[in-house]
């Protein structure tokens, strides 16, 4: 259970001087424990006989997470001997440089960081694509005629987090609209939905299936109807969130990543199974308290179908040709200098 | 001192890049944890002119709103020294406005007054005022007896006088802190620019955190070491001018 192809990560993870390797590998292995209080502490706190796993979100724990949750609290992880810790993330957490850390043993990252860090020559290996519709999306007012064509954005004011991938992925899109800055305004966005709620901007990035509840719920009681414009609607199918694993732990521990992967995903899909709804809604209040219920239901519908667009639908699928596009986006917009074949870091489970 | 404050600041620097890497050899890391001399290197020519200028563009809000922190530092010292109801409101008053954190009341500021310019003012300016205020109110309560009495016992102590005579007599202190001050105020606006602002090295240190480049940031705190570095052994030496004017014009004595 190997990835396609893994030689140029692991080159790049060995030491450079064949005669200094006994060397190396002793500090190393010291550097390791240092690095490690994370997995450390688990250890002293894991069930008896469980493993010890630490796994590192993205986000915040919320509907997004709902089978990362669903998968620990359900005790999916626990059934395969595993004591998983899911800690939240954030904008300051880099789960792929907490893997070559030592601090976790999963995590989860969006595709530009995976394809940036292979890019810099990290051994990070995508073991499960949760998102197969990227939730980030751009959020506009009904009043305005729904955007059927890529042309009718030309004249807009559209919101762009300067250096993050919704900046890659709208320009991507007026690329392919033929438009160029000019024929748009750009406006940078902040933590806060201000200057859309002002009508500074008509068009605004936000997580369909989190932000994008609220926010359509809040404006919907103002007497403001919105709609969403979703890139992969016009071919442009960047991909989301992912979970992420080094290279090291394939090598060293395969059966761990595959018990992890296991129970992973099917707590994913547990939690998206309309039966246990309710169980799963259980799930997510627990660790989100802010969200009321009934804004909570719209966000799972939403993220059911973001992660499952069918009900036969394996979660958790790798899609090798979004994959093959993102890469191909971040070289055109010069966010990669080279190549990575990013499809060679792909898991393939059952592969020789 | 200008050289000094320079190389000081590379051997720390330098110091701190060398840990990087040692870490990043001895423990076998990737260029996207810590990028390796060669890709700093690259990242450097890549960037440092566009850095240079958003570095010049933070280290001048920097300096304003450290001189509008010396400005409100000076009038709530004044007014804070007295003794009375009102002098001990308002210091109190400024001491819990310090209390709340920068970051806190940051995206309130920004939402209110926008991204722009005097955002990015404001927030510097909050941010280094607190230590120059302790230090004016230190000096503006203390009284110096020995000159102060004889003001006094002739009738002709007026408050101009007052504050005249106590930053004489504390000049060194009030010119260390106002150096040391640039140091916050920088800071100040680079928090300012890393949470909302759109212009400055502060949001390109937040550009750069976003696509995890570790490089861009490391050349940003280099331009920011060295512009500060500059910045504030100016301030010394101006600080030493108006010492020496200060001695030499009036003769050591208050006029």
């Known amino acids: ?94 789960a792929i440089k907490e893997l070559e850390l030592g601090h976790s043993h999963f995590g989860v990252a969006s595709a530009d960081q995976v394809i940036r860090a292979a890019a810099k020559g990290a051994p990070v290996v995508v073991i499960a694509q949760i998102f197969q519709v990227n939730p980030l999306q751009w959020i506009y007012r009904s009043n305005r005629p729904p955007i ?190 080279r190549a990575v074949d990013v499809v060679s870091r792909l898991y393939r489970p059952g592969a020789p | 001192m200008l050289t000094r404050r320079i190389y000081q600041f590379l051997i720390v620097y330098a110091a701190g890049l060398a840990l990087l890497l040692g870490l990043k050899y001895l423990a076998g890391l990737s260029d996207y944890v810590i990028p390796g001399p060669s890709l700093v290197w690259q990242t450097f020519h890549d960037v440092w002119g566009r850095y240079a200028a958003d570095t010049l563009d933070t280290l001048t809000v920097a300096v304003l709103g450290q001189v509008a922190s010396i400005c409100l530092a000076t009038a709530i010292g004044i007014v804070g020294r007295q003794t009375t109801w009102f002098g001990n409101f308002v210091k109190v008053a400024a001491y819990n406005v310090q209390a709340y954190p920068i970051v806190a009341l940051a995206p309130i500021i920004f939402i209110l007054l926008g991204d722009g310019f005097i955002t990015r003012l404001a927030i510097a300016a909050m941010i280094c005022y607190f230590p120059l205020l302790l230090v004016v109110l230190g000096v503006m309560s203390e009284p110096v007896e020995e000159i102060e009495h004889f003001y006094r016992m002739t009738g002709r102590m007026r408050w101009q006088l007052e504050v005249k005579i106590r930053a004489f007599e504390n000049l060194h202190k009030l010119t260390t802190v106002v150096a040391g001050s640039a140091t916050l105020a920088m800071a100040g606006t680079i928090v300012a620019e890393f949470i909302a602002a759109n212009a400055g090295i502060g949001y390109s240190i937040r550009i750069a955190l976003y696509q995890s480049d570790l490089g861009k940031i490391l050349i940003a705190l280099f331009l920011i070491g060295i512009s500060l570095s500059v910045y504030q052994a100016l301030l010394e030496w101006a600080g030493t001018l108006v010492h020496r004017r200060w001695e030499m014009v009036e003769g050591g004595a208050v006029p």
């Open chain 1, 148 to 337: 059927d064509a890529l042309a009718q954005l030309k004249g807009l004011t559209i919101g762009i987090t300067y250096g993050g991938n919704d900046e890659t992925i709208m320009r991507t899109v007026l690329a392919k609209a033929g438009l160029d800055e000019s024929d748009i305004t750009l406006l940078s966005v902040r933590y806060d939905f201000t200057p859309f709620y002002r009508g500074r901007a008509d068009l605004w990035p936000i997580y369909r299936n989190s932000q994008g509840i609220v926010i359509a719920n809040r404006m919907a009681q103002s007497g403001e109807p919105v709609r969403f414009f979703n890139p992969a609607d016009f071919g442009v199918h960047f991909v989301a969130n992912s979970v992420v694993v080094h290279q090291r732990l394939i090598d060293t521990r395969p059966d761990l990543v595959h018990r992890f992967r296991q129970a992973l995903l099917q707590g994913w899909q547990a939690a998206l199974d309309e039966k246990n709804e309710a169980r799963a809604l259980e799930t997510i209040a627990r660790f989100d308290a802010d969200t009321p219920p009934d804004l909570m239901a719209r966000q799972l519908q939403v993220t059911r179908k973001l992660v499952r667009p069918t009900p036969d639908f394996a979660v958790g699928r790798l899609d090798v040709e979004a994959w093959r596009q993102t890469e191909e986006i971040m070289r055109a917009r010069g966010l990669i200098p």
């Open chain 1, 1 to 94: 259970m190997k990835p396609e192809s893994r030689g140029s990560a692991a080159k790049v993870a060995e030491p450079p001087s064949p005669g200094a390797l006994d060397c190396l590998r002793a500090i190393r292995r010291l550097m390791a424990l240092c690095l490690l209080p994370g997995c450390l502490h688990v250890g002293t706190g894991a069930a008896a006989g469980a493993e010890p796993v630490v796994y590192r979100l993205k986000w915040l724990q919320n509907s997004s997470t709902v089978g990362d949750l669903y998968a620990d609290v359900h005790g999916f992880f626990a059934a395969r001997g595993l004591s998983v810790v899911v800690k939240p993330g954030g904008p300051e957490r880099d």
